[in-house]
């Protein structure tokens, strides 16, 4: 072997080392941040989607430099590059490269945890109940999507003079509904069984749909570069065919998909034939020119139907666990919170709006409580406090919009805290009523 093959051998061979080490170091500290903050939040009996995404803020952008998305256009932590480059003998500069190139793979893991997020989402969606409760819940989860919709975005358009495209995406990020969020703390306070417990259910699998939908369009029209109406019209149907045609094969094409499984041995066969299932619907749903995202959810809709749902559910959660984990740092890496510093004159329009967005998404979804007809009685006020929280629905919409490059550094963070605050205040609030409802009915007894 000559000289100077050895130099070169020795070269790519660092270069392979620090890869290495920056693609293992990413998510050494992703998965220790998340966890050490899901862990909290879980003893404060907070969604643990917050730890994760404020465990991105304190090691992204806003906080220690350690993982930042390339487009950010900041400096990695000194701290960071050194160590690296002194373990794999390369120059700083030359690990910056590197890291810069293999970002792409840790977004692709990221996007993978996106689509099985949504998967999931779906899978749970109990559409029987969905029609137990039919018109009330479509009331409920029509006005819960139009109201904060219209309200956010004409806001915007016209209050804060936010360009038509980055004003609509805002408005759809308001109309989602977290199920999980929802139905966890229905359960923990005994309420889910009951005709608002159900009705709040029935309208969030619904919120979720419509508003899935809003935000393929709005992604697949922001990515043209142009508003026009045919294409939107066009995008639309597609849409409703789309998602029509998924909630027709729930009926139809589970037992087909349940015979397969029962003749299949091989190990891993309920994780690999769902995610095959994941896979053809997100391709389908990119062909027609809508989002992929849309695809994973239709493809939880689908497998909704199946025998095999329960199994499926604890195959895909372990998934979840790992790389939405990644999607949800991710998000809180990229995100610049100095836009939020009050003492930044140049930063108060964006609180205002980020107090705006937080105003409208409280009260368009609890004025939805009381846009249904019922002969019963109903605790109207629980019902439209079950259906505020955006949870990690609201995240993923945060996060497509990011990806995309809709959204300012105001209005991501203004989204960020809509989110956040009715995530926050949701269960608070529902607990303290359903609380009051308790002693009331104690004192009547």
Not at 154 to 162: A, I, P, T
Not at 360 to 372: E, P
């Amino acid at each position: 072997m000559t000289f100077p093959t050895l130099l070169l051998e020795i070269g790519n061979h660092n270069v392979e080392v620090a890869e290495t080490l920056i693609g293992v170091g990413r998510f050494l500290l992703i998965f220790l941040a998340a966890r050490t903050l899901a862990e909290l939040m879980v003893r404060l009996q907070l969604p643990t989607i917050l730890g994760e995404l404020v465990a991105g803020v304190l090691i992204g952008l806003s906080g220690l430099h350690l993982i930042l998305p390339p487009e950010t256009g900041a400096e990695l932590s000194n701290w960071f590059t050194s160590t690296v480059a002194s373990l794999s003998s390369l120059s700083p500069s030359a690990v910056e490269s590197i890291y810069i190139e293999t970002f792409p793979n840790l977004q692709s893991v990221a996007t993978l945890g996106l689509f099985a997020l949504l998967f999931l989402t779906g899978l749970e969606s109990e559409l029987d109940e969905l029609v137990a409760v039919g018109a009330q819940a479509t009331t409920v989860a029509v006005t819960g999507v139009v109201l904060p919709f219209a309200m956010g975005t004409f806001g915007l358009l016209y209050l804060f003079h936010v360009p038509l495209i980055p004003a609509i995406f805002a408005g759809a990020a308001m109309t989602a509904t977290s199920i999980g969020i929802t139905a966890s703390v229905f359960g923990e306070l005994k309420y889910l069984k009951t005709r608002e417990g159900q009705t709040v259910i029935g309208a969030a699998v619904l919120d979720d749909i419509l508003g899935i939908v809003i935000l393929a369009v709005v992604v697949a029209v922001a990515g043209g570069g142009a508003l026009e109406m045919g294409p939107i019209v066009k995008l639309l149907i597609a849409a409703a065919l789309f998602v029509a045609l998924s909630l027709f094969l729930s009926r139809t094409a589970a037992p087909a998909f349940d015979w397969l499984l029962d003749r299949l041995k091989a190990p891993g066969e309920v994780v690999v034939a769902s995610f095959v299932v994941l896979c053809l619907c997100c391709f389908a749903a990119q062909a027609i020119g809508l989002e992929a995202a849309l695809g994973a959810f239709a493809a939880g809709l689908i497998l909704s139907g199946s025998r095999h749902t329960h199994a499926i559910q604890e195959t895909v959660k372990p998934l979840v666990s790992l790389f939405a984990t990644i999607f949800f740092v991710l998000i809180g890496t990229s995100m610049d919170l100095s836009v939020l510093n009050p003492m930044d004159p140049a930063n108060r329009p964006g609180l205002v709006m980020a107090a705006f967005l937080l105003v409208v998404a409280i009260i368009g979804k609890v004025a939805a409580g009381w846009t249904y007809v019922s002969k019963e009685k109903t605790n109207r006020l629980v019902v439209g406090l079950g259906m505020m929280p955006r949870g990690e629905v609201g995240l993923i919409f945060l996060g497509l919009g990011t990806q995309a490059g809709l959204l300012t550094p105001a209005l991501e963070a203004a989204i960020l805290l809509m989110v956040i605050g009715t995530t926050f205040l949701s269960p608070i609030l529902l607990r303290l009523v359903l609380s009051r409802e308790e002693k009331l009915a104690e004192q009547l007894a």
